[in-house]
């Protein structure tokens, strides 16, 4: 990523102050034990500990930050825009500890992956943990009304992850043999968890109406993502269970390679495109963020061409 993007990621609309508490209540969230069990749970193989080991390591929350961005130029209080960050920064870790798992990766930001570290068993209950503290991190949104319609909403995100997450492991590979379903697999894997922050904030802040255009911002850019990111890993995915745009491409209409190359990169460059012009479209320039990323991404793949 540019020093453009991680300058509007570091400082875009929000008290970047903020992200401290974000981080601050995810480590409470994944620490809270019942009494009498804190031998049991925080033994040295935990899943606390895997949980806590896991955040420690990094990452750039974007989803967080999407959430404060949004949040505050639709006028969320300081608290509403802390559960709605940790709510889906949490969910979001929650698939990359299953992620690693169902992949095999050895590695995440330079340190070993949970499964690697604290083994399977460890690694699939340190994914729950994280997910059922996500739920946790949202109850304390202050306008308690609206705690059904935003549980929903992320129950709902939550499982288009899932489907997404299960068409790409495929075993028989016959899910991924076109870019329709390529597209339709990045949307769901990747575009729900995009558009969830972007999405509570506009429900918190009765503005839910728009939340089909957020959820369309974010499935391009996901899409357009995906795709800028296939194309700098093709050989790494070459073979393995990771479904690449360009060897989809390159089989779906038997071209060459660098062909494929070509027509990945304007189809991410539409893609991208098109995410600008929803993410301007949303409220209160709550979609500014995303538009950000989506133009850098579309800068850098315009200068590798």
Not at 73 to 84: K, Q, T, W
Not at 127 to 137: I, K, M
């Amino acid at each position: 990523m540019s020093t453009v993007a991680r300058e509007s990621l570091d400082s875009f609309l929000y008290d970047e102050s903020l992200m401290g508490v974000v981080e601050e209540r995810m480590a409470a969230l994944i620490h809270y034990i019942p009494s009498g069990s804190e031998e049991i749970i925080e033994g040295p193989s935990g899943p606390t500990r895997a949980a806590s080991y896991h955040l420690s390591s990094g990452g750039r929350r974007v989803r967080a930050r999407l959430a404060l961005s949004a949040g505050t130029a639709l006028g969320l209080p300081p608290e509403d825009l802390v559960a709605i960050a940790s709510c889906v920064e949490l969910i979001h870790n929650a698939s990359l500890v299953h992620d690693d798992l169902q992949d095999r990766e050895g590695s995440r930001r330079g340190v070993k992956t949970v499964h690697m570290a604290y083994g399977d068993d460890v690694a699939l209950c340190t994914g729950d943990l994280l997910l059922s503290s996500s739920f946790a991190a949202l109850a304390r949104f202050t306008d308690t009304s609206l705690l059904p319609q935003l549980f929903g909403l992320v129950h709902s995100r939550i499982a288009m992850v899932i489907g997404g997450q299960c068409a790409r492991l495929d075993p028989t590979g016959d899910v991924v043999r076109d870019m329709d379903a390529y597209e339709s697999i990045a949307a769901t894997k990747s575009g729900a968890l995009l558009s969830l922050p972007l999405e509570l904030a506009l429900t918190g802040s009765a503005k839910g109406m728009w939340s089909a255009d957020a959820r369309v911002a974010a499935n391009h850019f996901a899409i357009g993502y995906q795709i800028a990111d296939d194309l700098e890993d093709v050989e790494q995915d070459r073979g393995s269970l990771s479904v690449n745009a360009l060897l989809v491409l390159s089989s779906a209409i038997g071209c060459t390679e660098p062909e494929a190359a070509l027509r990945a990169r304007q189809y991410a460059l539409d893609h991208l495109s098109k995410s600008i012009g929803f993410a301007r479209s949303l409220p209160n320039r709550s979609g500014a963020l995303l538009r950000e990323l989506a133009v850098d991404l579309s800068h850098r793949l315009e200068g590798s061409h």
